[in-house]
């Protein structure tokens, strides 16, 4: 199987910082990689998938980035609604995994 | 405008089974994927298994393998996720979720609002 690790898994920041995570991927995935928000008690909202692809509806400020086995979700400057928890998610087609990274919670400082 | 409405909150005996149910509206639902992700408390997400409906065909991760079986029907747009010999571990809110194509990338665009399985003796 697949496996993701994100880092970090906390992450403090302040309201207007520019915010990165990274999505390692133990195989090459090209870009099968999905990027959800979850807030508490919430089901996780789809931000990104195919990489880089912006969902429709979700800000600009949100953007991914990379390919085979790095990732990153950048923030380009944080808002109050962005402080949640964020995953990556791998959508290979063959096996047909769905894995989903640990999460890195963003929080403020 | 695709909607995944879940069951209802379950308390279930260590050792016993859990049906969880996801009622699918808007769009064409034999045309669908759906899957399943679960959620400890204080914990990440975690991919359990999807269906097909059109093909009835399902996958299923290697943790959950001869564990969980998920089934579909298309007469009443459902689909269904059931757990057996259940135990405290398995205590969490469980989702499904629609696992679409957009062009040659699936991702999950729509959710359930999740269901909370409690497994206590």
């Known amino acids: 199987d697949i496996q993701l690790t994100q880092s970090p898994s906390f992450l403090s920041a302040s309201v207007g910082d520019r915010v990165t995570i990274t999505c390692r991927a133990s195989?090459?995935?090209?870009?099968?990689l999905a990027w959800y928000q979850q807030k508490p008690g919430k089901a996780p909202k789809l931000l990104i998938y195919a990489a880089s692809t912006l969902q429709s509806g979700v800000p600009s400020r949100f953007s991914g980035s990379g390919s085979g086995t790095e990732f990153t979700l950048t923030i380009s400057s944080l808002q109050p609604e962005d402080f949640a928890t964020y995953y990556c998610?791998?959508?290979?087609?063959?096996?047909?995994?769905?894995?989903f990274g640990g999460g890195t919670k963003v929080e403020i400082k | 405008q695709v909607q995944l409405v879940q069951s209802g909150a379950e308390v279930k005996k260590p050792g016993s089974s859990v049906k969880v149910s996801c009622k699918a509206s808007g769009g064409t639902f034999s045309s669908y994927t759906i899957s399943w992700v679960r959620q400890a408390p204080g914990q990440g997400l975690e991919w359990m298994g999807r269906?097909?409906?059109?093909?009835?065909?399902?996958n299923y991760a290697q943790k959950f393998q001869g564990r969980v079986t998920i089934t579909a029907d298309k007469s009443t747009s459902t689909a269904y996720m059931e757990l057996s010999s259940l135990r405290s571990e398995d205590t969490a809110v469980y989702y499904c979720?629609?696992?679409?194509?957009?062009?040659?990338?699936?991702?999950?665009?729509?959710w359930g609002q999740g269901t909370l399985v409690t497994v206590s003796s």
């Open positions: 979720a629609r696992d679409a194509n957009y062009g040659d990338y699936a991702l999950f665009d729509y």
């Open positions: 269906i097909i409906p059109i093909l009835g065909i399902a």
């Open positions: 998610q791998q959508l290979n087609s063959y096996p047909p995994g769905r894995t």
């Open positions: 195989q090459g995935i090209s870009s099968y």
